[in-house]
């Protein structure tokens, strides 16, 4: 018999920790060769750099934009999650938000293909966009003000217009091997120093 909670409804069962740490390293493995290969890249590298079958990837992932979206969502809640671990260990809150923004840079090199692999599912990429926001933008706010706080940075720059001036420095990286967003953005992150 299965227990029953005080509502009266059978409590669901989540996933075992050894399959949600699989998982994780699955997509943590598929992130990465998104970065080098894009989001079109065979399922079998994915399976190979995971050290997994294909099959445990189809098992968890019946398509690739299923595939696409969890690795997303993976990105965008590392990304959020690294924040205030990165605030509290760095030793200032500039260091803190350049390799935030270095984590920020990783996530939009692998999210350009997005679009693509949903093909038409217009309403789902724009529920993405809003968890992105809503998970992102406070993250870099709080990183912000804490660089202005401590006077290594000008005050005044929003959140979301950094992320976004990040954002469009990123798109070249696609269609030109040679544009390395990496050298500009840090050119814009110099800017923004105090002098």
């Known amino acids: 018999m299965k227990p029953v909670g005080t509502s009266g409804e059978v409590p669901v069962r989540g996933k075992r920790a050894d399959a949600q740490r699989n998982q994780q390293t699955l997509l943590t493995a598929a992130a990465a060769v998104f970065v080098t290969s894009g989001v079109d890249a065979p399922i079998r590298e994915i399976a190979a750099s995971a050290g997994v079958g294909m099959g445990t990837i189809y098992r968890h992932f019946p398509t690739r934009a299923d595939l696409v979206v969890a690795v997303y969502r993976h990105q965008v809640e590392a990304c959020a999650e690294a924040g205030p671990t990165l605030l509290a260990d760095a030793g200032s809150p500039l260091v803190a938000l350049r390799q935030w923004v270095d984590l920020f840079v990783d996530f ?3 999210k350009h293909g997005l679009a693509n692999a949903m093909q038409s599912d217009t309403s789902g990429f724009d529920a993405l966009h809003a968890y992105f926001l809503d ?13 202005v706080e401590a006077g290594e940075i000008r005050s005044g ?6 992320m976004r001036g990040i954002g469009n420095l990123c798109i070249g990286h696609d269609s030109d091997p040679r544009y390395d967003p990496r050298r500009l ?7 923004l120093a105090t002098d």
């Open 157 to 162: 720059t929003q959140a979301y217009e950094l």
């Open 135 to 147: 998970r992102l933008v406070p993250v870099c706010g709080r990183l912000l003000d804490a660089a």
């Open 185 to 191: 953005v840090e050119l814009l992150l110099t800017g």
């Open 108 to 110: 939009l090199v692998t």
